[in-house]
């Protein structure tokens, strides 16, 4: 009998584009191997999760490029995207909370969420107590 793979969870506060494009990167590789998922979206970042392309306010990739020329970019060279990423995160079965302190710093109470992935709004409490002994935690 084999033991369950150990779980990742991810924190995610930058808003840079790579950082964001790499943690979907991570999390959906993670879970598609059979690793329990989760992903706790704060700062920055959160812009993400908004309804209406609120992704393309994310801050620019390191090179300096917007959203939409680093997923131009992506699409012509066969890299996942980061819309194509965020699209897998529910069925991958990717556990995505947002920061309810991160909410309220940039001034969104009850934020517009996108239609296609489910979030879940928590603290870090709710983090540490889904995240179990021996999972492995990474911070981007």
Not at 40 to 56: E, H, I, K
Not at 71 to 83: K, Q
Request: glycine share 10%.
């Amino acid at each position: 009998m084999s033991a369950d793979p150990p779980g990742l969870s991810i924190v995610l506060h930058s808003g840079g584009f790579d950082r964001v494009h790499y943690a979907l990167v991570m999390a959906t590789a993670a879970a598609a191997i059979g690793r329990p998922t989760l992903l706790f979206v704060t700062g920055r970042a959160l812009r993400l999760l908004l309804a209406d392309d609120g992704w393309m306010g994310l801050d620019p990739a390191d090179d300096g490029s917007t959203a939409i020329e680093r997923e131009r970019r992506f699409a012509e060279t066969n890299v996942a995207t980061l819309a194509e990423l965020t699209e897998s995160l529910d069925p991958l079965g990717v556990r995505v909370m947002a920061c309810e302190m991160g909410w309220r710093v940039l001034g969104l109470d009850k934020p517009a969420l996108r239609p296609d992935v489910t979030v879940e709004t928590a603290g870090v409490v709710t983090l540490l107590q889904a995240t179990p002994p021996g999972a492995h935690l990474i911070h981007l």
